[in-house]
């Protein structure tokens, strides 16, 4: 069993960056890729970003590439989410999820999920 506690959400203006972190329970968090998805009032949880349990490759949906970066300190039970550039439509509550697998995941095909952290984007 692993537990999931998101943090780092807030207000921002538009332009603005953020840091989320998620903090996992247990002894074996180097065993789990982990992801991070967004839900928006009325739309499908989408796909965000997603790390493999060694950090040796991460992988974006096409709405953040090259804005948001996802890391991970294995040492501190820790996966990050750095959200620079951060637009309107960034606003939703952000989730991290966990999958004990070696492979990388982009689906919502998770084990664990966090209760979620909220992130406003202002204009």
């Known amino acids: 069993q692993v537990q999931l506690v998101e943090s780092g959400g807030g207000l921002v203006q538009a332009g603005g960056s953020l840091r989320l972190s998620c903090a996992a329970s247990?002894?074996?968090?180097?065993?789990?890729?982990m992801g991070w998805f967004r839900q928006s009032p009325g739309k499908e949880r989408e796909f965000i970003a997603a790390?493999?349990?060694?950090?040796?490759?991460?992988y974006y949906g096409d709405s953040v590439k090259g804005r948001f970066t996802i890391s991970r300190d294995n040492a501190k039970n820790t996966v990050y989410l750095q959200m620079n550039s951060l637009k309107p439509e960034d606003t939703a509550v952000y989730y991290c999820?966990?999958?004990?697998?070696?492979?990388?995941?982009?689906?919502?095909?998770?084990?664990?999920w966090g209760q979620g952290t909220q992130v406003t984007v202002s204009s």
């Open positions: 247990g002894r074996t968090f180097s065993s789990y890729a």
């Open positions: 790390i493999r349990r060694d950090g040796g490759n991460t």
């Open positions: 999820a966990a999958r004990r697998t070696m492979f990388i995941v982009t689906t919502v095909a998770y084990d664990y």
